[in-house]
């Protein structure tokens, strides 16, 4: 508290942004002394979250605000309030037992940081380029279908959150949201996240309108080829006398041609989205049209790392679909680093999977990653909060990030290196 008279503790704001950072400080304690301070009302400050945090809630509380919420898995339990038990089942579950998707986070805890010290972090710089395009954080927004299903303002208010925060996007194919929509509540182009169709004529289609919107990267999903046992999604919504009825009404087609992606197209002869019998020759097919990146999501070893190289790929999405792919036990964040050895710093690798706290996305950059995407965290805060719900979790990852940036003595994401996690 030495500091006290450095003039920019003058300005209300940044003198309890300074109790707050003090580690003898709790919340309750800057609350009870921003109460009896004589500075002015407190409400403005009230709503700053990062500055002011509500009560802690205990273990197993279900949070009411945003502001309630001390981590990111802080709001699964409100989305789950939220949701009706078919769409909350549908964001929850994996595949089988849902081993791989609990693997993919608690893989995190077998990878431990090594921190450098003596090192001025007052001042650090999270921004990543990737294809040419600064973001400010290499905290991205893994596509996730049907958002509809979890808030009415579904990608749109995502999109806004991702805007203010800095973070990229992602958008899915099977979106709510159109792809001018979702730009323009962005701010910027997003990435398009491409289900192939069975029908080249609607993939074609679904590109150049994506590209006409100005996507820079088609992200091709790979990882669905084989189908999936949802186990666990049934078992979530058996008591469910909603049970989607509206939602799945009239089949596949009409699905399909539900979604706004799809509007003025002639999805008649599509009859699967997953591309069962794609091969890398569809990937080379797609190469030739595709104007801007290309991009796969879904590989998983060095061997498919490699054929992508040599398919002329752009990047690869280290991905198993957040353990909705298979269950293959085999958490991404252990399967990064051999896509990143083969491919030697040719093209950006990114990652998703279980990642919950700044921490797994430090452990991620030092084994090699570009970036990283986040899928169930935005949708959590979206279910229970719409926007200011997204813009709560991208918020708090980004602080968490920060602060290990920090402590590990990493000023930019350069300096983020492979000595700075212990495997094993
Ligand atoms: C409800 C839900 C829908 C998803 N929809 C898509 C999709 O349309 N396309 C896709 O490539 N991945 C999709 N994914 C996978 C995510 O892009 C991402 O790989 C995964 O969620 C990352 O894991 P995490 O949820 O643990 O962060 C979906 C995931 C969830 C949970
Ligand atoms: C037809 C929607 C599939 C979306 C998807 O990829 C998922 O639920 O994981």
């Given amino acids: 508290m030495s500091d006290a008279s450095d003039a920019r503790l003058t300005d209300r704001r940044n003198f309890i942004r300074f109790l707050a950072a003090s580690p003898v400080m709790t919340p309750t304690a800057v609350r009870t002394l921003v109460g009896s301070l004589t500075l002015g009302s407190t409400s403005a400050l009230a709503q700053s979250y990062d500055v002011l945090r509500a009560p802690a809630q205990a273990v197993g509380d279900v949070i009411a605000a945003p502001e309630q919420a001390l981590n990111v898995m802080d709001f699964e339990p409100a989305a789950k309030k939220a949701l009706p038990p078919a769409h909350y089942g549908y964001l929850a579950s994996g595949v089988d037992g849902d081993e791989t998707l609990r693997a993919n986070h608690e893989a995190f805890s077998k990878i431990r940081i090594r921190t450098r010290r003596l090192i001025d972090v007052r001042k650090i710089d999270t921004s990543v380029t990737i294809f040419g395009q600064t973001y400010a954080t290499p905290i991205m927004l893994a596509p996730v279908s049907s958002q509809g299903a979890f808030h009415p303002e579904a990608e749109t208010a995502v999109a806004k959150a991702a805007k203010v925060k800095g973070n990229g996007m992602i958008l899915s194919t099977v979106g709510s949201t159109s792809i001018e929509d979702v730009t323009e509540a962005r701010g910027a182009p997003v990435w398009y996240m491409l289900y192939p169709t069975d029908d080249w004529?609607?993939?074609?289609?679904?590109?150049?309108?994506?590209?006409?919107?100005?996507?820079?990267?088609?992200?091709?999903?790979?990882?669905?080829?084989?189908?999936?046992?949802?186990?666990?999604?049934?078992?979530?919504?058996?008591?469910?006398?909603?049970?989607?009825?509206?939602?799945?009404?009239?089949?596949?087609?009409?699905?399909?041609?539900?979604?706004?992606?799809?509007?003025?197209?002639?999805?008649?002869?599509?009859?699967?989205?997953?591309?069962?019998?794609?091969?890398?020759?569809?990937?080379?097919?797609?190469?030739?049209?595709?104007?801007?990146?290309?991009?796969?999501?879904?590989?998983?070893?060095?061997?498919?790392?490699?054929e992508a190289l040599k398919h002329g790929v752009d990047a690869i999405i280290v991905s198993n679909h957040g353990g909705r792919a298979e269950e293959s036990l085999y958490p991404t964040i252990e399967a990064l680093p051999e896509v990143v050895k083969a491919v030697n710093g040719k093209i950006p690798v990114l990652v998703d999977g279980g990642f919950r706290r700044g921490t797994d996305v430090i452990k991620a950059l030092a084994m090699g990653a570009t970036a990283v995407c986040i899928g169930r965290p935005y949708c959590w805060g979206l279910a229970a909060f719409g926007e200011p719900g997204v813009a709560a979790v991208l918020a708090i990852m980004q602080r968490e990030f920060d602060t290990i940036m920090k402590q590990v003595g990493a000023l930019r994401i350069a300096d983020i290196t492979p000595d700075m996690v212990s495997v094993g």
């Fill in 201 to 306: 004529t609607v993939t074609e289609a679904l590109v150049k309108r994506a590209e006409a919107a100005g996507a820079p990267a088609i992200v091709l999903t790979v990882d669905r080829q084989g189908g999936r046992n949802t186990e666990t999604l049934f078992r979530l919504r058996r008591d469910d006398t909603r049970n989607c009825k509206d939602c799945h009404a009239g089949g596949f087609a009409n699905e399909v041609s539900r979604k706004p992606m799809f509007d003025d197209l002639d999805v008649s002869k599509v009859t699967n989205l997953y591309g069962t019998g794609m091969t890398w020759d569809y990937v080379d097919r797609l190469r030739k049209i595709v104007k801007g990146k290309l991009v796969l999501k879904g590989i998983v070893t060095h061997e498919d790392a490699e």
